[in-house]
Every structure is written in structure tokens, then in C-alpha cells.
């Protein structure tokens, strides 16, 4: 079956420091792959996606790039700010429905 | 000009009592989702719809009911509410095209709390 696994958090950063998420994933087929950002009190928000190996999405200064040779699609993002405070999901899809990792939690301080 | 919208946004409820959450999206899309999300943030689907015709039905208990009357509506409706219920349910809409569905966008959530 399809799952998707994200590095456990909180990931605790201050403001302008780097980000790195891990995700990687398993499936059966080809999928797309997809970052979504959920704020406090929100619905979850599209921030970027991929849909074939190599590609790579990009939104608000976040990149992740589809590798799959190792199967992975790590959230990167060169400066983080206050505003990224929250919780980051990872997941992916395959003719179907999302599949989704168990979210990261993003904490930025000033 | 919201895209998906649910309403209520927060429901306070006892146990046993039975109640609905309504949701609406006005992108056009063909597919409707509803999620659970639990205290861990830990997201599950529950139901798919495509065209008003049920898709996807995972291993939810029968006191939950989706109903969607037109492509642009998919309402749950929950009986006798028990305290395990108490979560944060999303409805989401996707296109699809060639068989394949495109990304989701989601509702802005109903904070559901059964005591």
C-alpha cells in the first residue's frame, strides 16, 4: 500500500535559520507528490507540489524536490520567519485519494 | 469567493445526539472528501464522493452518513455521537482528469466536541 513517513516534531528554529523536513514514501505506481501547511485554527493549504521524478515545487521561498531514486520529497526553506510557525504535511497520491504523513510541527522564535 | 466552506465551524454536542455538517465548494471540481483529524494532528480519510457517487468508504462506523445531493455539496451526517467522535473534520474538492486526481483543497474545518 501507500504511506508516507515525516521526522517526528516539533522542529524547534529561530527566525532566519534553515529548514530541512524529511519526508519519504512508499507506493504502488507513479505518484504526485504534495506539501500542504496547516496554520493554528486553519484548514490545510496547498504550498507546493511535483508530479513526476526530478521535479521540483516550489511556493513562499519552500522547495522540495521529487527523488525517486530515494524516494523522498524533504521540505527545504533557506531562511524561516515567524509566520512559518506551523504544521507541515507531507503526502502523496495515486489515482486516488491523499495519503498523508502525520504532520511535522514547525515552531519559529523570534 | 470562498473556494470550500463548512459549516458549522464549531459544534458542541452530548452523547447520542445526532448531528450534521455541511459543506459546499465552488471550484467546479467533480470530487468531494471528508477527513478526521484527530489530537495528534493525524489525518484520515473517511469518504470520497465523485459525481455524487461514493468512491471511497474507509473502515468508518455506520452512524456515519455522507450525502451529497449535487457534485458542489457533500454533507456528514453523524448518529448517536459518542465521545470518541470529538476531532476536527475536513471536507475537501479535487478535479479529476483522465482517471487521475489532482491536488485537494480543503475546507477551513468543524471542530466537533462530544461530551
Known amino acids: 500500500g501507500n504511506s508516507v513517513t515525516q521526522m517526528e516534531g516539533p522542529v524547534t528554529l529561530s527566525e532566519e535559520a534553515f529548514l530541512t523536513i524529511n519526508c519519504t514514501y512508499t507506493?504502488?505506481?507513479?505518484?504526485?507528490l504534495f506539501w500542504y501547511v496547516q496554520y493554528p485554527g486553519e484548514g490545510l493549504q496547498l504550498l507546493l507540489k511535483?508530479?513526476?521524478?526530478?521535479d521540483k515545487g516550489s511556493n513562499k521561498g519552500f522547495e522540495a524536490t521529487y527523488r525517486k531514486e530515494t524516494t523522498s520529497f524533504h521540505l527545504e526553506k533557506g531562511s524561516v520567519q515567524v509566520s512559518d510557525s506551523a504544521v507541515y504535511f507531507c503526502a502523496l497520491s495515486v489515482y486516488s485519494t491523499l495519503t498523508f504523513g502525520k504532520g511535522t510541527m514547525l515552531l519559529v522564535s523570534p | 469567493d470562498t473556494a470550500v466552506s463548512q459549516t458549522p465551524k464549531y459544534l458542541v454536542t452530548q452523547m447520542g445526539n445526532d448531528k450534521s455538517i455541511k459543506c459546499e465548494q465552488n471550484l467546479g471540481h467533480d470530487t468531494m472528501y471528508w477527513y478526521k483529524q484527530d489530537s495528534k494532528k493525524f489525518l484520515k480519510i473517511m469518504f470520497s464522493y465523485n459525481n455524487k457517487e461514493l468512491i471511497i468508504n474507509e473502515t468508518v462506523p455506520n452512524r456515519f452518513s455522507p450525502k451529497s445531493p449535487d457534485k458542489a455539496h457533500l454533507n456528514l451526517h453523524i448518529n448517536s455521537l459518542e465521545l470518541g467522535d470529538s476531532a476536527v473534520y475536513f471536507c475537501?474538492?479535487?478535479?479529476?482528469?483522465?482517471?487521475?486526481?489532482?491536488?485537494?483543497?480543503f475546507g477551513p474545518g468543524t471542530r466537533l466536541t462530544v461530551t
Open positions: 475537501a474538492s479535487s478535479q479529476t482528469a483522465g482517471g487521475k486526481h489532482y491536488e485537494q483543497y
Open positions: 507506493a504502488t505506481g507513479y505518484p504526485s
Open positions: 511535483a508530479t513526476k521524478a526530478d
